[in-house]
């Protein structure tokens, strides 16, 4: 019989607030929906505003206030995924179409990812025949992960997507984690490789990818391939326990960053996998995690 | 069932010992789920209401074929009430797809398209589910409210687009329950509050307050012989209200006449102007407790 960790439990009322760090000397204002911003008529009106009767600009959402030249426009604290071009992101198939795939991005549409638009194997200039949409499941089906980079934006905000460099395409072997977009910047690179052993995607969607291996080189097949070979315990526990680290930034509202990742997989040796996942140590992880942050 | 005298005895005071123009307690928690995209939590006294927001997503389903309105959002309400969430205390059979579930659900939907922008989300979907926890009266109104604060929670815009005058349709039901719906639409949030009106001729000389209507009636209350009325408004900041609510009439009995609708009118509105100032104050403080450092940048210029 194997030993069980034992199981805790606590009521609600010791419940401990983990949004700690906060920028006490800063605060910034926040608008309410409903909440006057300006009456004065020479402002455009941008995301999160509307214009009323009597010419006063308003806010519809909940949220801080961004302003670009006369451009007013209020940005939520929480909101679904919005896409640019030239994003990273990291998506689930949900549905199998004529000459493309559906993929779920966490945006408000599903996007879309083009027959034409993907590396298939054989080549980068091989011809799209007819035999290759019938086999398109083949490649990719259902389910199936992949990482991918916003080729386009269509006018009702979905988005088109490209798998035509070798570093994107399926994902295998490894934990998706879904985050809040607003955690994940926009950054020059956005796959790590870290010294754990393990390979980290930041989706810019908030869609997090752990690997279990290192960004492997043989990409030729058009990364359709799955290694469905055994992970050894080792990099698993690695994999879990990076998992616990960035549930803990999330929930304490830090940027993730393969620094940010690094520090707090760092400060959380001292603790055992299964217990990351308790308000107390989440809280001393994500305090010497900042404090490394800032010190840098 | 409580006699109609048993409430006007006291003072002037209702039998929980509200004046009649008091609210009760209002607790709210927003975010209270980490899967959704909004959530909230909204205990008015004991009417206790749970609300969930799923979207704007990718429409599944049936109601993704049908692809008839393609230029808007498509709004998704399911209302329903916990099996132990009666106050009177026997269990409900079914806590969803019954006629009244099915009724709220779609009153709910309209006061929702009433305040979203659809217009910004061609093709997609939003869902609320309003989950009642506990019923003590009042609960369609309180379902709005926190469905109000569950939107504002996912991020959704919320404003008003149409600016129609009164349409009062008129529809006798079955007997004795007068069903009319005002729709008119002003800013801001979508605020409920019920309106009861006790009949009690005897009292005709006091200037009694009871008389003309209580609010944010409770179960008691509602099972009284007298007409409650439940109103979504959407309050300004100013009060400078023109007509624009939802009303929902459900009378154990008596009809409401219309001269007297202007004065309940009046109340309620009052009643909601004092709810939104709760709830405003509410989503502040969330929201400065929330504050993700990455918005910090922002407030600095």
Redesign the interface.
């Known amino acids: 019989m194997e030993e069980y960790p034992p199981i805790i439990v606590r009521l609600a009322i010791n419940r401990i607030d983990l949004n700690l760090i906060k920028n006490e000397n800063v605060q910034p204002r926040i608008y309410t929906p409903g909440e006057e911003i300006s009456s004065q008529p020479d402002f455009l009106r941008g995301h999160g505003t509307y214009v009323d009767d009597e010419n006063t600009l308003r806010a519809s959402v909940a949220g801080v206030l961004e302003k670009v030249n006369k451009l007013i426009s209020i940005r939520p604290l929480k909101a679904r995924y919005q896409g640019e071009i030239g994003d990273v992101i990291v998506g689930r198939i949900t549905e199998v179409q004529q000459k493309r795939w559906k993929v779920d991005t966490n945006s408000k549409l599903d996007s879309v990812l083009l027959l034409s638009s993907v590396n298939l194997p054989g080549g980068e200039l091989r011809r799209r025949s007819a035999e290759d949409e019938q086999t398109m499941r083949r490649y990719l089906q259902e389910g199936d992960l992949i990482c991918a980079e916003v080729q386009s934006t269509f006018v009702d905000g979905s988005l088109s997507l490209h798998t035509r460099v070798l570093k994107y395409g399926k994902l295998s072997q490894g934990i998706m984690l879904k985050v809040s977009p607003a955690l994940v910047k926009r950054k020059k690179t956005h796959f790590h490789n870290l010294e754990s052993g393990a390979s980290l995607i930041l989706g810019n969607n908030g869609y997090i990818w752990i690997g279990a291996n290192k960004q492997d080189s043989d990409r030729s097949e058009g990364g359709f391939t799955q290694d469905l070979s055994r992970i050894p315990q080792v990099n698993r526990e690695v994999c879990a326990r990076l998992r616990n680290c960035i549930l803990i930034l999330a929930q304490c509202n830090i940027q993730l960053t393969d620094t940010s990742v690094t520090y707090a997989y760092e400060e959380s040796m001292k603790y055992k996998i299964n217990e990351l996942l308790e308000p107390e140590i989440m809280i001393d992880v994500s305090l010497l995690t900042h404090q490394r942050l800032i010190q840098q | 069932m409580i006699e109609a005298e048993n409430i006007e005895d006291q003072n002037g005071l209702r039998p929980d010992g509200r004046r009649a123009l008091e609210l009760r307690q209002i607790r709210v928690k927003m975010?209270v789920f980490g899967q959704a995209?909004?959530s909230a939590y909204i205990e008015q006294g004991n009417t206790k209401i749970l609300v969930t927001v799923y979207?704007?997503?990718?429409p599944r389903g049936s109601t993704g074929r049908n692809t008839s309105n393609i230029s808007k959002g498509i709004v998704n309400c399911q209302y329903s009430m916990a099996v132990f969430s009666l106050s009177s205390g026997e269990r409900k059979r079914k806590p969803r797809g019954d006629r009244k579930s099915q009724e709220r659900s779609l009153q709910l939907k309209h006061a929702m398209e009433a305040i979203i922008?659809l217009e910004i989300?061609?093709?997609?979907q939003i869902d609320i589910y309003v989950e009642a926890l506990q019923v003590d009266g009042s609960e369609y109104c309180v379902s709005v409210n926190g469905a109000t604060l569950a939107l504002?929670?996912?991020?959704?815009?919320?404003?008003v687009i149409y600016?129609t005058t009164n349409i009062l349709q008129f529809s006798l039901k079955k007997s004795f329950v007068i069903k009319f719906i005002a729709t008119l639409f002003l800013?801001?949030?979508a605020i409920g509050c019920t309106v009861t009106l006790i009949n009690n001729p005897s009292l005709e000389d006091e200037d009694n307050t009871l008389e003309k209507g209580v609010l944010d009636a409770n179960y008691v209350e509602e099972c009284t012989p007298g007409v409650t009325l439940s109103v979504v408004a959407l309050p300004?900041?100013d009060s400078t209200l023109k007509d624009g609510l939802i009303v929902v009439a459900q009378g154990a009995g008596q009809r409401l006449h219309l001269s007297q609708f202007e004065s309940l009118k009046a109340r309620v509105l009052y009643g909601c102007q004092d709810i939104r100032t709760i709830l405003?104050h509410a989503?502040?403080e969330y929201?400065?407790?929330?504050?993700?450092?990455?918005?910090?940048h922002?407030?600095?210029?």
Do not use: M
Request: aromatic letters at 6%.
């Open positions: 975010g995209d909004g979207g704007p997503h990718q922008h989300y061609p093709r997609s504002i929670d996912a991020g959704i815009p919320i404003k600016k800013q801001n949030y300004n900041n405003d989503v502040r929201l400065t407790e929330q504050s993700l450092p990455s918005l910090f922002v407030a600095l210029n």
